[in-house]
T-cell receptor, first 112, second 114 residues
Framework: QKEVEQDPGPLSVPEGAIVSLNCTYS??????FMWYRQYSRKGPELLMY????GNKEDGRFTAQVDKSSKYISLFIRDSQPSDSATYLC????????????FGTGTQLKVEL | ETGVTQTPRHLVMGMTNKKSLKCEQH?????MYWYKQSAKKPLELMFV???????ENNSVPSRFSPECPNSSHLFLHLHTLQPEDSALYLC?????????????FGEGSRLTVL
């Protein structure tokens, strides 16, 4: 079993749709949860960061962490064509130092 | 120049060649990383350097040889590679330990091994 599971997609939605991206994980030591966005031919960039369980909102983006289910989500409201990218979940544990464990990434396309 | 810069952006090499990838960060960070990104696979951590000292080697084959002469520069020396080493190689930096999970990535070097 992979430490982090993420549906690779591709996921295609119409402009304005609500998008839900998800990851599951197996390591209960993970405490820090991140979402990175990677545009084509670019490096990943940090989109959202959450510590432990709960929700975090930033504009059209909401990150949710459910540690009891080992499940994290990223919601995108009013999706735009500019949101078309690959979304990578990542996580780390306390004392994990500089080591992030990434999912495979979900490719999202928002169509006009 | 700002952020993390990687050169070359594209590299094609034969299995017997020797080449190097270069990374430079202009963020004043103390930690630098090499990651490998292959299609449909998670980002794979290769090496970590903190204050120029290697602190992580994720069982990387010796045909990949990193070098970190100072906190701003990181190299990945390549020799006698295999076709399965073809991938996007990403350099990243962070201020230090990843307390906020933020890695700053370069745009990557796309490597093709013939």
């Amino acid at each position: 079993q992979k430490e982090v599971e993420q549906d690779p997609g591709p996921l295609s939605v119409p402009e304005g749709a609500i998008v839900s991206l998800n990851c599951t994980y197996s390591n209960s030591a993970f405490q820090y949860f991140m979402w990175y966005r990677q545009y084509s031919r670019k490096g990943p960039e940090l989109l959202m960061y959450t510590y432990s369980s709960g929700n975090k909102e930033d504009g059209r983006f909401t990150a949710q962490v459910d540690k009891s289910s080992k499940y994290i989500s990223l919601f995108i409201r009013d999706s735009q064509p500019s949101d078309s990218a690959t979304y990578l979940c990542a996580m780390s544990s306390t004392g994990g130092g500089n080591k992030l464990t990434f999912g495979t990434g979900t490719q999202l396309k928002v169509e006009l | 120049e700002t952020g993390v810069t990687q050169t070359p952006r594209h590299l094609v090499m034969g299995m017997t060649n020797k080449k190097s990838l270069k990374c430079e960060q202009h963020l004043g960070h103390n930690a630098m990383y090499w990651y490998k990104q292959s299609a449909k696979k998670p980002l794979e951590l290769m090496f970590v350097y903190n204050f120029k000292e290697q602190t992580e080697n994720n069982s990387v084959p010796s045909r990949f040889s990193p070098e970190c002469p100072n906190s701003s520069h990181l190299f990945l020396h390549l020799h006698t590679l295999q076709p399965e080493d073809s991938a996007l190689y990403l350099c990243a930096s962070s201020p230090g330990t990843l307390n906020t999970g933020e890695l700053f990535f370069g745009e990557g070097s796309r490597l093709t091994v013939l």
